[in-house]
């Protein structure tokens, strides 16, 4: 049997949609003078289209006419996909809104900590356990939040905004029996209406963007919806030939590239409370990433109790 954590396709293709996604800052900035609505907008448009063409090319419309028969005979997957729709085109939202208000390093920050959100969802509605190195680790990270929400005079809402709602994305994804591909077309499908009703608002009322600023301006919306997807593919490629925690492993690669953004192309300031805040949330990190491993659970032993000591 192959092993997975060694495919060389699969982590080219998960560190590829990392990539892609960490420089995506760099694409909403090229439509900075549009609203964060009206890209949003064209971002949803666009994207169901690319899907459709993606399904069309690859021969799954009959796949996608099952699911959708499926989709619309269950209310708790109608409701689950339903829900994912609006939590993505939020976080979409919120995320170009940040990049183009010069908080691309609060996004980083926002995706360096959705792993822990993740996490903590699953504890609370999931009722999964945590050990005691992702207890220390949630702790580090509550201390570099809270170091910045002292440092800004106000919680940061961005990255938290971010880090939640893509992590209850997440969530209300897998009560959907759906792969990536069919899930983002339903995704896209159920605000497609809405998204077209304001860009046939705008466009009447004179104030549209689209072909009516430069035309690169118009070619870079109607592009948004492959900037979306194509990462997206690449990860659904890349996850089904190597493990979890390789995935893991390579999902730091987007933060990392947004804060180097933020920081180095931007010119965004970063304090050296911003640096200690971030450093508490990398050891965290850190520590989370290897909760599991064998050699930290020989760090601190269990105790076993007097019971245990006696049989």
């Not at 990539?19 to 994207?47: D, N």
């Not at 659904?236 to 947004?258: D, H, N, S």
């Not at 911003?274 to 760090?299: C, D, N, P, T, Y």
């Amino acid at each position: 049997m192959k092993n997975r954590e060694n495919d060389s396709w699969g982590i080219g293709y998960a560190a590829a949609s990392y990539v892609l996604w960490g420089f995506l800052p760099l694409y909403w900035k090229a439509v900075k003078g549009v609203s964060a609505h009206e890209i949003l907008a064209h971002r949803i448009i666009w994207c169901f289209l690319f899907m459709i063409l993606v399904l069309l090319i690859s021969r799954r419309t009959g796949q996608l006419s099952t699911s959708l028969k499926r989709l619309f005979r269950s209310w708790p997957i109608f409701l689950s996909v339903f829900a994912s729709s609006l939590l993505i085109s939020a976080n979409w939202f919120i995320y170009i809104w940040a990049v183009n208000t010069n908080r691309v390093i609060e996004t980083s920050l926002g995706y360096y900590i959705n792993p822990l959100i993740v996490v903590l969802l699953g504890v609370f509605v999931l009722k999964e356990k945590l050990n005691r190195w992702q207890i220390i680790s949630f702790f580090l990270a509550f201390i570099g939040v809270a170091i910045l929400t002292i440092q800004y005079g106000h919680v940061p809402w961005v990255a938290l905004s971010l880090a939640l709602s893509f992590g209850l994305y997440g969530l209300t994804k897998k009560l959907a029996p759906f792969d990536s591909v069919i899930g983002l077309t339903f995704e896209t499908m159920f605000v497609v209406p809405f998204a077209f009703i304001f860009l046939l608002y705008v466009q009447v009322k004179g104030t549209g963007a689209f072909m009516a600023d430069a035309p690169s301006v118009s070619f870079l919306l109607a592009g948004a919806g492959v900037a979306t997807a194509l990462p997206l593919l690449c990860f659904a490629e890349g996850a089904k030939r190597i493990t979890l925690a390789m995935v893991g492993f390579l999902q730091y690669i987007a933060p990392t590239i947004m804060l180097f953004l933020g920081i180095f192309v931007f010119n965004e300031r970063f304090s050296k409370v911003q640096f200690v805040s971030f450093l508490f949330i990398w050891l965290a990190l850190i520590l989370f990433s290897l909760s599991r491993a064998k050699f930290m659970a020989h760090l601190f032993p269990k105790r076993k109790s007097s019971f245990e000591a006696r049989s």
